[in-house]
């Protein structure tokens, strides 16, 4: 990568790559421009893979594979151990690096980096502790013994969102479980998984285990990854939309999916909820990030008896919010990652407003060079908008009115996603059965957010496969392996 002079004194110039990173060596390139969100220049450029180079990427994980998975757990959980370190100690510049590429405001790049370094050392302490089985059959003809393998060669693919965090709840485990890696990161923001990809070297991560590149054609590179009967694995996270591709694609050399996909959170407030509780969690359920987080609070159902005065409230909070260049320090909201992006919700909003939608602050773009939509709340939103069924990935809370337990619970079901829902009400009894009665891979209860390296992340429905985090992520890089035993 070619830092642009303008920006070279943001971040430590150590952890600028120059290239693809392949079988520990960087291979120059270039043909990705990347763009500052926030004043719409391009601030530096990466390489363009080609399949041939994706097929080396295999090549040198395959090279590194054995070595790797015959290190002891205990190895690998001290490397990983290491890189969290590293990534404290560079966490300033990584969360600058973050916030350059992809826009967000660096309290939010700050939070990401915590939270990405967490899953290295969630995973060097979980390393050590992959679980078997040891039973007698139940005719008593045998022993039943279960030992886990790594899986073998893993493509990992991730989103601009957390540039950091998305790469780290892939690798972390992975690496414990004991495969080798492809990381390839979204074309909007790879700066930081190369930079990380740096750091792993530095920790002491063996060349080839972590291999990272960054390609314009991301459709047949990735395709012919997965057509290499070599490859095992994919972990993706990302769009419903592609994820469907992908298991599509990854049915053809039966490649084991773990997907991680999109979401369209409802966040429900009964008339019993703490009211500057529920005012705090929605702001940042829905504002971390700018709103462009898959667990973002992207429906408010309010009970009638509430609704008025937490509106107000909200609206209140979302006006006081100063949107900024991602690393002004005094912003608390970034721009969106593209043109494209403002385009959507700028169309999303214009639809629920034409259907009689009320704009209570924001609702229009803003003008300038960056990728700007200012904080919007919109009340009397009909249940069948747009903006209701689709992900609106940005800074804007739709309200809309509920009157009964069964009907938001209804409501709150009423989409194809079911990744992550909040509720908020001081009846603990009356939140846990609502909570039951949703269909989601997580919810959270009097609170604005979930995420949390040592719990399993992920959604039911169309919302993904798998999980990440928690004590099982590490199993979804490993293949049980039984032995039926006589002594
Ligand atoms: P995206 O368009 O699906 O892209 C995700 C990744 O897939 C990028 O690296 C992209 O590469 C790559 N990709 C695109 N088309 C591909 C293809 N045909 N074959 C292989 N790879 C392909 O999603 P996004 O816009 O970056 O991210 C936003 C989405 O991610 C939202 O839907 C959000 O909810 C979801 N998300 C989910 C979670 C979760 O944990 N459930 C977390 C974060 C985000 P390029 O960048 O080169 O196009």
């Not at 899986?151 to 965090?165: E, Y």
């Not at 005065?309 to 909070?317: C, I, N, P, Q, S």
């Not at 407003?353 to 200012?374: D, E």
């Not at 904080?375 to 509920?402: K, Q, S, W």
Request: aromatic fraction near 8%; proline fraction near 7%.
């Amino acid at each position: 990568m070619n830092l642009h002079p303008r920006d070279a004194n943001y971040a430590d110039p150590s952890l600028h790559s120059h290239g693809l990173y392949i079988g520990g060596a960087w291979l120059p390139g270039s043909g990705i421009p990347i763009v500052d969100p926030s004043t719409a220049k391009v601030i530096a450029e990466v390489p363009d893979a080609s399949i041939e180079d994706a097929l080396r990427a295999v090549d040198a994980a395959e090279a590194a594979a054995a070595g790797w998975r015959t290190t002891s757990p205990r190895q690998r959980a001290e490397i990983l151990r290491r890189w969290f370190s590293l990534m404290t100690d560079h966490s300033e510049e990584l969360a600058v690096l973050v916030s350059l590429e992809n826009g967000k405001a660096l309290p939010d790049a700050r939070g990401e980096l915590a939270y990405a370094a967490e899953f290295f050392r969630w995973y060097a302490e979980e390393a050590v502790r992959v679980p078997g089985e040891f039973r007698h059959a139940p005719s008593g003809a045998n022993h039943i013994l279960v030992d886990h393998d790594p899986i073998g060669i893993s493509v990992l693919i991730t989103p601009w969102n957390f540039p950091a965090a998305m790469a780290t709840r892939k690798i972390g485990p992975a690496l414990a479980a004991g495969c080798t890696v492809i990381l390839k990161p979204a074309s909007e923001t790879p700066l930081t998984a190369y930079a990380m990809a740096r750091l792993g070297a530095e920790a002491g991560v063996p060349p080839g285990v972590v291999n990272v590149l960054t390609t314009s054609k991301p459709g047949p590179v990735v395709s012919a990854m997965l057509d290499d009967p070599r490859v095992r694995k994919l972990s993706f996270t990302g769009s419903t939309g592609v994820g469907r591709i992908l298991l599509a694609e990854a049915a053809r050399t039966v490649v084991s999916c773990s997907m991680e996909l999109g979401g369209n959170a409802p966040f429900l407030v009964f008339d019993d909820a703490d009211l500057e509780a529920a005012l705090d969690g929605a702001m940042i359920a829905k504002m971390r990030n700018a709103g462009e987080a898959c667990t973002a609070a992207n429906r408010f159902y309010v009970q009638a008896g509430i609704h008025d005065t937490f509106v107000a409230g909200l609206t209140k909070r979302m006006e006081a919010l100063k949107v900024g260049p991602g690393i002004d320090p005094a912003t608390q909201v970034g721009p969106m990652i593209t043109t494209k992006a403002v385009s959507k919700i700028d169309r999303l909003v214009s639809e629920a407003i034409s259907r009689g939608a009320k704009v209570r602050t924001g609702g229009s773009p803003l003008s300038g060079n960056g990728y700007f939509y200012p904080p919007t709340v919109l009340e009397n939103v009909p249940t069948d908008a747009e903006i209701a069924h689709e992900e609106i990935f940005g800074p804007v809370a739709p309200v809309y009115r509920f009157e009964t337990e069964e009907e938001a619970i209804r409501l709150a079901n009423n989409t194809e996603y079911g990744l992550a829902a909040y509720v908020y009400s001081r009846d603990l009894s009356r939140a846990l059965r609502v909570g039951r009665g949703i269909e989601s891979g997580m919810i959270a209860i009097n609170r604005g957010l979930m995420s949390d390296p040592a719990a399993p992340f992920g959604g039911a429905k169309q919302s993904g496969l798998g999980r990440e985090g928690g004590v099982s992520g590490i199993l979804e890089f490993m293949e049980p392996k039984y032995f039926a035993v006589n002594f």
